[in-house]
């Protein structure tokens, strides 16, 4: 069983930083690409990825202010929130391409999700 635990969430001022963390554990022998979704009422939106080797991308909306970085040796990724909005206020999920062995092909695995709430 493989599970992504999500924590950094909260209530933050508009301007303010958080900084999120999902964390990989179980049957793991590889992790591809890891991502970070925010969902909103109607909307799922993605935020940023990362792959293996390190290569991001980002949404138009985060750019410059949002940094995914990723630890290999602690199968975690991080989002470093800062100049924060009250549009970026929603539901964030990581999501990672994850095989349980080399003789099976990965499967993507989502976490539980974890609110971020900015006040203006």
């Known amino acids: 069983q493989v599970q992504l635990v999500e924590s950094g969430g909260g209530l933050v001022q508009a301007g303010g930083s958080l900084r999120l963390s999902c964390a990989a554990s179980?049957?793991?022998?590889?992790?591809?690409?890891m991502t970070w979704y925010r969902q909103t009422p109607g909307q799922r939106e993605l935020v940023a990825a990362i792959?293996?080797?390190?290569?991001?991308i980002y949404a138009e909306s985060v750019k410059g202010r949002f940094t995914i970085s990723r630890d290999n040796a602690k199968n975690t990724i991080y989002l470093q929130m800062n100049s924060l909005k009250p549009e970026d206020a929603a539901v964030y999920y990581c999501k990672a391409r994850i095989s349980g062995s080399r003789f099976v092909s990965p499967s993507d695995y989502w976490g539980q999700g974890t609110q971020v709430t900015v006040s203006s």
């Open positions: 792959g293996r080797g390190g290569d991001t």
């Open positions: 179980g049957r793991i022998f590889s992790i591809g690409t």
